[in-house]
């Protein structure tokens, strides 16, 4: 059996296409909507990160405003001026790109966002609204995982969902996305004994520890589905995810790629939770 491949890129081209969309019916009512995107300092993967995402959102029509500080910006300047972006009421979202230079307490960073513009749904607001099943932003990485899920009309209820890594951005949110939709769920992580026994048993697997070659094809059930959420490089400098992708589907149902599978899924939800955040604050308007 040869798995289906999962495609990131045509899912999330379906899904800009409608964010376009709702962004041309907010700018016919005169609102544009603003995504701030904060780098600080000069981590190469975050630089390659933030350009894509400023154009993404250029591209689906929504303003992207990206600001750049050097590693040593002081974190009171940086909460202050994320207190300014919290107050415009023309920004809609808000976006710091993680890692933050070592000097900054991220946790503080985060929580100054107003979790309205929190479009990472990295906010404890969000996070605990994500427990409790009430609405906020999710995490675009787990809300990108489930919109696969949906896309292939995986059922899953009743279904084990194994989940490898408890991130506070992917895995702790990817659980209780996929326990939302009433799936029997089970968190992996590196203290784990066994993670074969476990991955067996399981109809989806997700993986998001960041280890290549972490999920085999002897662990893996036949037909289960394979959500690979792992950017590694292999010793060739390739890019690769955290699944022997060419072992593990000969075994799986389906299977994302690595590179075009949960990325471009990841990049397409911001724009989604942005585009949310712009149509709510257009229904209830706050005085500038
Ligand atoms: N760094 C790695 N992934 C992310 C992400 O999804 N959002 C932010 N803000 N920083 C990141």
Sequence with gaps: MTAQLIDGNAIAAHIRAEVAHRTAALQARGIRPRLAIVLVGDDPASQVYVKHKANDSTQTGLVADLERYPAI??????LAR?????ADPAVHGILVQLPLPKHMDAHRVIEAIAPAKD????????????????????PC?????MKMLEHIGCELAGRH???IGRSNIVGKPMALLLLQKNATVTICHSATRDLAAITQ?????????????????DMVKPGAVV?????NRDADGKLCGDVDFAGVREVAGWITPVPGGVGPMTRAMLLVNTIEAAERAAAHPTPG
């Design 73 to 78: 910006f002081p974190e009171a300047e940086l």
């Design 82 to 86: 994320i207190h300014a972006l919290n």
């Design 119 to 138: 479009v990472d749904g990295f906010h404890v607001a969000n996070a605990g609204a994500l427990l409790v099943g009430r609405p906020g932003f999710r």
């Design 141 to 145: 990485t787990p809300y990108g995982c």
């Design 161 to 163: 969902a194994v989940v």
């Design 201 to 217: 048993q399981a109809d989806v697997i997700v993986a998001a520890v960041g280890r290549r070659n972490l999920v085999t094809a």
């Design 227 to 231: 959500i690979d959420v792992g950017m």
